[in-house]
């Protein structure tokens, strides 16, 4: 009997605790991300989401690198936002040199600051916005790495290391005061949300990349975004007045107002200082390109109409007249400007008046 009532409970109790062990094994949360990782990725564009591959590559739309899908958290794994200013998140970034900094410590803290994004392989944008930023460090002088300090954050990390930063700075003969920067893909999309320069893709921009440039002054908190593109000594203008140097007293902008003529700006010419100026003279000698003075007279229009209209295409196709430009200038690419072929026509045109000017004034210099 008492034999009995030992199998009994001993049959009992295997039937309460075998259960709960098969239940908490199948309780067990199941890891669907390892079993996604298992399958094939699926990678999309970063400025281009429903530009979507099963194998890695490169963005029909922009050249961007496409990059594998993946669940990231919303915050930086490197370090959260600061204490001292819950507007700027304090990540470990690289600057162009190597050197590790942390974005609120040690580059916006009590400065005043120009920030953009970009990427070296960008075929839009990216080149005359940091051309036209050259031109507003010439205007500001002896102040660059002193009073204000620029500061161009990579959207394609995996690519711009910190080399590939340093020799895109050197084409464009980047000066004292501005920094490139890279880091964890992460930290740069949060950087780039918490300061307002990430936007909606726009399926009517083939690059994606708004040319966007955030000036601000930690100390006294003004911020305001501008168009990189915009004219350089107006920019130069709006980064003084965050330096402290203010707008003019207003009799000053009265006196200057009533002497003040109605301009006559020539189409071609508005185009030629948008879109080329920063890059090129016409007779005054190689800048980051070519020096454009007889351009009309020496290279077919057709091939010009090309080389304006899509560079890139003309690199591609291995032109041997793009190509050896592109090797000589130090593969600075040229990039889209996005001109209807009227706009593209009347650029040439004012290319051809220009350096006929010039030849006539220096034929009257030498006649002197």
Known sequence: MKRKNAQLLLLVTLTISVPPLIISQLAAPVSFASFAQ????????????????????????????????????????????????????????????????????????????????????????????????????????????????????????????????????????????????????????LLSRKLGLDFLPNPNDPDGHTPSLLIGNDATGLWARNA?????????????????????????????????????????????????AACHTIGNGDKVGPDLLGVTNVRDIKWLRRIIMEPDKLIEEKDPLATSLFIKYKQIRMPRLGLPEADVNTLIEYMRTQSARVANREKVGTQN
């Open 38 to 189: 298992q399958q094939d990725p699926e990678y999309s564009c970063p400025m281009h989401p429903e530009v979507k591959s099963k194998k890695a590559g490169s963005c029909a739309k922009c050249g961007m690198t496409l990059k594998p899908k993946s669940a990231e958290p919303d915050s930086a794994s490197s370090g959260g936002e600061n204490s001292a200013s819950s507007r700027f998140p304090n990540v470990e970034l690289l600057t162009q040199d190597g050197k590790k900094v942390r974005f609120y410590d040690d580059l916006i803290k009590g400065k005043v600051v120009a920030i953009e994004l970009m990427y070296t392989t960008c075929k839009y944008n990216c080149p005359l916005e940091t051309a036209r930023l050259v031109q507003v460090q010439k205007l500001l002088g002896d102040r660059m790495g002193k009073e204000v300090f620029f500061y161009s954050i990579t959207i394609e990390p995996e690519i711009d290391t910190p080399k590939v930063l340093k020799a895109y700075a050197e084409k464009y003969r980047i000066g004292p005061g501005w920094t490139f920067l890279t880091g964890k893909e992460a930290d740069i999309k």
């Open 228 to 276: 990189a593109l915009d004219n350089p000594k107006f920019l130069a203008l709006k980064i003084e007045q965050m330096i402290g140097y203010g707008a003019r007293p207003a009799n000053t902008v009265a006196a200057n107002e009533a002497k003040a003529v109605k301009l006559n700006i020539d189409k071609g010419q508005y185009l030629y200082a948008t879109r080329c």
